[in-house]
């Protein structure tokens, strides 16, 4: 059985990412690591955190042998022990060349390209789950071809409308009659922009988030999102960890048909008329609550590390408890000081953003700046 290292080096070879910074928050506290980031944008969060320990930008990678030269370059250089991609493009990058890189160094996990690909396409991923008889909303894909009204007829309205692939509820649109659907279809006519009509869950939001190698988890939360985002179909602002069994038989099915192998983040329904789970999609990447999981007591950077090195470890355990990031915690402030209002659960401190960003302040600050 292999040893924990009592050094580490990890190099990020997407680095150009926000999640990138996330990242880098959640490996600080591992003692003796040791944090290297590649990215093809000169200035991304993660170049003013204090937590990397170098930082290479190459804006042009050129073609895939250039761009493993480059990474094999940065290894060498470092001592790198482990490469950890952390984004959609990256993640694919490495799966598809998993056999070259692993001769340069071990490799966090990935899905191979055929699962990335099906876990990326949320009209291939609801037809997966059609398939294996797993829980999820009735789904069809809608095509320029053929009637839009028959398509439509197909689903009960309330209903979503979603491009296939994509993220942060970006071009998601949620219709409460058939011909505010069809109007929406009749304005994206010429589009190549391919979509999916999938029936409303009347319910709540909650999350998985997991870390596989070969269909089995390694680790994971689960989390019930608390505070939505006043923006609809965008990331929550405030979730609470819980513990839940269905929810675990669900996911871990699902790992095991699709043979998943990395990080992921699944987006699930709670159904209050049916008392059901239900799943709706599934990003094969790292996620936006990644700090709440962190501060849960799950470091999945950390862990999926250790998983490319080989190096065994049980099922990390994780508390119950609220996360809440830094915007909707100011304006809790505000109302506690300017008047009543509606007041949120998270802790003021440990549950929050607040200790990551006070650790790492500069980030936030250019990334406030740039918001402006």
Not at 84 to 98: Q, Y
Not at 121 to 140: E, R, S, V, W, Y
């Amino acid at each position: 059985m292999k040893d924990i290292p009592e050094k580490l080096s990890i190099l990020i070879p997407d680095g150009e990412e926000y999640h990138s910074w996330n990242v880098a928050m959640s490996l600080a506290d591992v003692p003796k690591l040791k944090l290297h980031v590649l990215s093809k944008t000169r200035w991304p969060l993660v170049r003013f955190s204090r937590h990397r320990a170098s930082f290479h930008y190459v804006k042009n990678r050129g073609n895939d042998d250039a761009r493993i030269e480059t990474i094999s370059q940065i290894v060498r250089q470092n001592d790198v022990d482990v490469i950890l991609p952390i984004t959609e493009p990256g993640i694919r990058f490495v799966s598809v060349h998993r056999k070259q890189l692993e001769k340069i160094a071990a490799i966090a996990p990935t899905p191979d390209p055929d699962t990335f690909d099906l876990t990326v396409d949320k009209g291939l991923f609801a037809a997966f789950l059609a398939q294996k008889g797993l829980p999820h909303p009735h789904t069809i894909p809608w095509s320029n071809e053929g009637s839009p009204s028959q398509q439509i007829s197909d689903i009960p309205f309330p209903a979503l409308v979603k491009p296939t692939k994509g993220a942060g509820g970006e071009d998601m649109h949620l219709f409460e009659k058939p011909d505010s659907a069809l109007s929406f279809f009749k304005k994206k006519a010429s589009s190549s922009k391919r979509y999916i009509i999938q029936e409303y869950i009347p319910g709540h939001d909650m999350g998985c988030s997991l870390l596989c190698l070969d269909g089995k988890i390694l680790a994971y939360t689960i989390q019930d999102v608390e505070i939505p985002n006043p923006r609809a179909f965008d990331n929550w602002w405030g979730i609470r960890f819980v513990q839940n069994d269905e929810v675990l038989d669900t996911v871990t099915k699902l790992m095991h048909e699709l043979n998943f192998s990395g990080v992921a983040h699944i987006d699930l329904r709670y159904n209050e008329q049916e008392k059901q789970v239900k799943i709706l999609e599934l990003n094969p990447r790292f996620w936006a609550s990644l700090l709440g999981s962190h501060c849960a007591g799950v470091n999945f950077p950390y862990w999926a590390s250790l998983a490319g090195l080989g190096i065994p470890f049980p099922v990390p355990d994780y508390s119950t408890e609220s996360f809440i990031i830094v915007r909707p915690l100011i304006k809790q402030l505000k109302t506690m000081i300017l008047g009543p209002g509606k007041s949120y659960t998270a802790p003021v401190y440990r549950g929050t953003s607040w200790p990551y960003y006070l650790n790492d302040p500069l980030p936030f600050l250019v990334n406030h700046l740039r918001r402006r």
